[in-house]
DNA sequence: GTCTATACGCCGATAGAC
DNA sequence: GTCTATCGGCGTATAGAC
């Protein structure tokens, strides 16, 4: 058991094995440098392994490992989704708790988050669906067409509400990402909420 | 005078010569398939240039490319912003003025759009600011600062305002861009606008 | 100013010993 | 299961003719 399990987390199945080591190492450098910039022989080295060949005994190509990293992410993602779907009828705690998570991953797991909302996946996963026909993606839509019907939501395009209130959220954890907001993603979150909530909600307090 | 001035007209200098002609491929290609899958061959059959060698008779290398583009639209932007912000003293209608260009540019100018919105600029000119670090960005939240001051605007972070404002706008055409939203972006321009402008405006009218 | 031809290096990928 | 050693190819970049 080590005591590094800090962007794991999510990073599906913890074990301090080689082919999770590489994972992790990939996964922190296709985030900080992009996946072109980042070549087996980095990979190896910030996984501590002396040769890349070891690398092709636990995956078929690079491209298998963004692969696995995209799978791992999103269908932790799924599952935590599908948990906060489980907990709560209202669209409005729903999404709650869909914003809770990211802006908490943000803080705890980077990485994760640069994956998701900064890095082009279509460039080096092109077979992958980009993030937006994603069945998560697919779920968040859901709820907020449900909202529409259940009278919390404004009668908006569900897309298009979907557009606006994630264009806030993501904006604003995009610009923690890199620095431009400079306090930790939790600090900007009750506001932010707020604004992404109210923009679409049915009865906005307005201010 | 060619007939294709489609994507130009942002692109600087409008001239059918032959380093435009590598730019104006390379923009397509870059927004296309990203900067790291377009090779100078990609770049060279599209500017329909028989050699490779051709395109260090005009640039230095490949980054140089994608450096004069990058300057390109940013100096015409920084232009646009100028000029938009004489035409009126009003954060409303500045603020209009640049929602307003970036439609109409993602309509007649999607390249230009997809390498502001989509590209990671720093993951091939890492020596250059980042889209936020701009002196057009800068610009932004300028006219968002007085708008605070002038009364027009709710008086919250003033960088906040501006990640709300454009996470709103910029993600609206992202999915233009990816076709997520099949329509032409003028049609999503006045709701857009409007939940935008609302969202940090003082008096709003909340629906 | 555009071409043909070619050099060079990096990196992804493989073979095979231990 | 990890290593050493090496291959092959692609893509950047250069030399030099026309």
Redesign the interface.
């Known amino acids: 058991m080590d005591q590094d399990i800090d962007n794991t987390q999510i990073a599906a199945d913890i074990q301090a094995d080689t082919p999770n080591e590489i994972l992790l190492a990939a996964l922190k450098l296709f985030a900080e440098?992009?996946?072109?910039?980042t070549s087996l022989g980095d990979i190896a080295k910030a996984a501590d392994i002396k040769a890349t060949s070891t690398i092709y005994q636990h995956f078929g190509d690079k491209q298998a490992i963004a692969l696995k990293l995209y799978e791992s992410i999103f269908d932790n993602l799924n599952v935590s989704i599908d948990e906060i779907r489980r907990k709560s009828q209202k669209s409005s705690e729903q999404l709650h708790g869909i914003v809770d998570l990211f802006f908490k991953l943000t803080d705890d797991a980077p990485y994760i988050m640069q994956f998701l909302l900064?890095?082009?996946t279509s460039?080096f996963l092109p077979k992958q669906n980009?993030i937006?026909?994603t069945p998560a993606f697919a779920k968040v839509v859901k709820i907020i067409q449900s909202g529409i019907r259940a009278g919390e939501i404004?009668n908006?395009d569900p897309?298009?509400a979907t557009?606006?209130f994630?264009?806030?959220?993501?904006?604003?954890l995009r610009?923690v990402l890199?620095g431009?907001?400079d306090k930790k993603a939790e600090v900007?979150q009750p506001?932010?909420w707020l604004?992404a909530w109210n923009?679409i909600a049915k009865k906005?307090t307005?201010?």
């Open positions: 440098k992009g996946y072109f910039n900064v890095l082009n460039e980009p937006l026909e404004r908006i897309i298009l557009t606006y994630f264009g806030i959220i993501n904006n604003t610009m890199n431009e907001l900007y506001q932010t604004a923009l906005s307005c201010f």
